[in-house]
């Protein structure tokens, strides 16, 4: 199986002599789910940042698809969507016209958009609401809509920092189940990044675990839970952590 | 097309329904208030009637009101049927009323005292229409009392209506105006007037403009950072320049539109506030054309400007529209370096601030002042600022200034040039994403959003 994403000691320092994320190292294969996790300020955030082409790295490279964030970063964005945390829309579009500006600026072509804006219409579940302005969606609706707006395009690596933030249970399963399925289906990798243990347990094949801007250790779910001698993802998560403050 | 599709967007979230609503308020209130002032100077010409209760009947009266009549004043004649003038003025349906009273004529010709006449009007209220109802009345009084006087100097002293011209104005003005080496027939004042109108309607549309496309392009800008759209925008496969670029159009576009509502709001306010003439003289100073002299032979202010050399031509109009269009795009990438740091809806307000005041202060300045007779520094203020070359582009073109101008214009790129570069620099750098400025707590504080 291919590599869509290989992250080569990616570092990034927005204070001298602070490291926000210090040489960090991952890779993501072909339709494969991987996670990031750790506390608030680990490092998550910015390293999904700079892997989007949003922020650039003070160190190291990465490689989505073969191409590099630094010298190929128009490359890497069209292999890749990405979805932040807390992200909004455009309040005074209906829900149909965002899904439409938005396929605009990954296609010129009017068929292959269609196709998009019907994918994401079918995965988000918002029905006739679509035709209504964005202003009037809750939370949960947004989120869905930016959800589906994120797969639309089937890319290569769909990034996502907090992918279920602001849904209700039922709707957080339903996204869950959704990019398995994703991911099985059409070979789509993802990248995701989460506080929620039980969520990432749930949905990845592999997940590092960052702290204070250290990619501590990779590994599947199983193999980690074996190493660790925990029984969930938190535990692991709490001895990683304890290993790491006491060395 | 990926540009397009941005523009549309741009421009779907800049010219809403409600934008829209808000032009339409605005050039209707101008036109609203033309009209009503319009009305107002009407009234106060408009002496084409009287109505006048004649009780002195005699061929004296008779003769004063066929001389109203030659004055064009339509004069209607009523009867009263009682001293109550309240329940007259309501049965008669009138607003004010003249009364020649009996002994009027014997007053002037026989025993040569003070004549009596009466001017009954009715108190409509403070406002100043019906404050002109008054004075068109009492403009009727003058022209009675003008007849009288005429009457009487013909026959008690002899002297013919031509005499009574020439005695009442016995000296015939030329007025000269000199500029730049020339000279012409017109009055300084009549000149000033033109001038002020040509040099102050461009400036108050750059003013609007201005205004209204920072504001724009802040809010396009600080919108997307605080509702965190920015971040999917600029992960999607198209450049950041383009981004910039549609989101900037989009403000000049809705500028543009605001700032045509505007002028056409002025031209109607102005039209309908002087009338026909005034309509006329805004005519002249937007478009600058040259207009006939008019019927006294006396030559027209415009004449007088293409005498003076103070004409304008095509090719400064285009010289002028290209500064105009360089102050909007300066005050844009001021702008969209501005909204950048916004991080909430009350620091867009606060970061607007610097943007009026360095557009109002040489609006005013340049309105009431002239740069020239300032003293050094706070002429060295006044043009540090790239606005006001704008602002006095139109005279110095006019008044034959070119060293001004070009070095204005000069200045003006520069800055521009400057104030791109780190609007784009701004744009393709973290630095988008990390520069804040927060009010309350936080006020002007560089923090970053989120690590």
Sequence with gaps: MGKVLEVNGLSKSYKKDVLAADSVSFSVDEGEIFALIGPNGAGKTTTIRMISTLITPTGGDALVAGHSIISEPAKVRENITYLPDEAGAYKTMTGKQYLEFMAGLFTGDKHVAERYIDRAAQICGLGDRLNEKIGSYSRGMIRKLLLSRAVMTEPKLAIMDEATSGLDVINALEIRKMIKKLAKETGMSFLLSSHNMLEIEYVSDRVGIMTKGHLMVTGGIDELKQRYNAANLEEVFERVVIENEVR | ?451
């Design chain 2, 1 to 451: 097309m990926r540009f397009g599709n941005l523009l549309k967007k741009e421009l779907r979230e800049l010219i809403t329904p409600q934008a829209l609503v808000s032009m339409g308020a605005m050039l209707l209130l101008f036109i609203f208030l033309g009209q009503m002032l319009g009305d107002f100077t009407d009234s106060m010409e408009d002496i084409s009637s009287a109505t006048i209760c004649v009780q002195d009947k005699t061929a004296f009266v008779d003769d004063i009101l066929a001389s109203l009549k030659e004055e064009n004043i339509e004069v209607n004649q009523v009867e009263l049927t009682s001293e109550d003038y309240a329940a007259e003025l309501d049965r008669l349906e009138l607003d004010n009323l003249v009364i020649i009273p009996a002994g009027f004529t014997d007053s002037v010709l026989v025993n040569k005292e003070p004549a009596s006449l009466k001017i009954v009007s009715k108190v409509a209220g403070g406002g100043m229409i019906s404050t002109a109802q008054t004075m068109s009345a009492t403009e009727v009084i003058d022209a009675i009392e003008k007849a009288a006087e005429d009457s009487i100097l013909l026959e008690s002293y002899g002297i013919t209506p031509e005499e009574i011209e020439r005695i009442k104005a016995p000296v015939n003005t030329t007025e000269i105006s000199v500029l730049n080496g020339k000279s012409a027939e017109v009055a300084t004042e009549e000149l000033s007037a033109v001038l002020m109108m040509q040099s102050m309607v461009v400036p108050i549309a750059l003013f609007f403009m201005v205004m209204m496309a920072s504001q724009m392009i802040m809010t396009a800008i600080s919108t997307e950072k605080i509702d965190k759209t920015l971040e999917t925008l600029l992960s999607t496969p198209v450049s950041r320049l383009s981004i910039l670029g549609a989101k900037m159009l989009a403000a000049v576009i809705s500028a543009l539109l605001n700032a045509v509502v505007m002028m056409i709001g002025m031209v109607f306010y102005v039209g309908g506030m002087l009338g026909s003439a005034g309509e006329e003289m805004m005519n002249m100073a937007v478009a600058g054309q040259e207009v006939s002299a008019s019927a006294d032979g006396v030559m027209s202010a415009m004449e007088a400007m293409g005498e003076l050399g103070m004409s304008i031509s095509v090719g400064s109009y285009v010289l002028f529209g290209i500064q105009i269009f360089i102050s909007v795009m300066i005050a844009l990438a001021i702008s969209l370096l501005l909204g950048a740091m916004a991080t909430d809806i009350k620091s867009v307000q606060t970061l607007t601030m610097p943007i009026m005041l360095v557009t109002m202060i040489p609006f005013f300045v340049t309105m009431f002042a002239d740069l020239n007779t300032m003293s050094t520094v706070p002429k060295l203020i006044m043009y540090a600022i790239p606005f006001t070359h704008a602002y006095t582009a139109m005279n110095n073109l006019v008044f034959g200034h070119t060293a001004l101008f070009w070095g204005g214009l000069v200045y003006q790129l520069v800055f521009f040039a400057v104030c791109m570069f780190l609007a784009v620099r701004l744009f393709t750098t973290d630095k988008i994403f990390t520069m804040s400025y927060q009010t309350g707590a936080g006020k002007g504080k560089k923090g970053l959003i989120k690590q």
